[in-house]
């Protein structure tokens, strides 16, 4: 990827991309965008070390499941807003009632899965400790 290492807003939508590589370098950016391509994994793309990172959009992809996903994403402690509709090569994310409680129960310090209010956020004690 040739880009600015300091941005803040990484906008790589319909790239048609299969995999994105070490995003590590771009330790600033807060917010995401890769949907409208091709991804099928996270793994390897070093989002955990996006110490920033609070939007990511991942819509319209070929993810494997949903657990993939959330797996990728548990070293993501600043991510605020997931954005996953239709990120997944089945059917799993067709609607976000179908994944909201699976996302939000592994991924806590989420605020927002696609638009949605996390239905269990985390309380002001547990924000302190995140």
């Avoid at 070929?62 to 990728?72: G, M, T």
């Amino acid at each position: 990827i040739n880009a600015d290492e300091d941005m803040v807003d990484m906008r790589l939508r319909s790239k048609n991309l299969s995999f994105v590589g070490h995003l590590d370098r771009f330790v600033n950016i807060e917010k995401l965008f890769l949907s409208d391509n091709r991804l099928t994994t996270l793994a390897g793309q070093y989002l955990h070390a996006l110490p920033h990172l609070r939007v990511l959009d991942i819509r319209k992809n070929n993810f494997e499941s949903v657990d993939s996903i959330v797996l990728e994403l548990q070293g993501c402690h600043r991510l605020k807003e997931l954005f996953m509709l239709n990120a997944i090569r089945s059917n799993q994310t067709r609607h976000p009632s179908m994944y909201l409680h699976r996302v939000v129960d592994r991924l806590r310090g989420l605020e927002k899965v696609d638009g949605l209010p996390n239905p269990k956020p985390l309380n002001e004690e547990e924000k302190d400790a995140a």
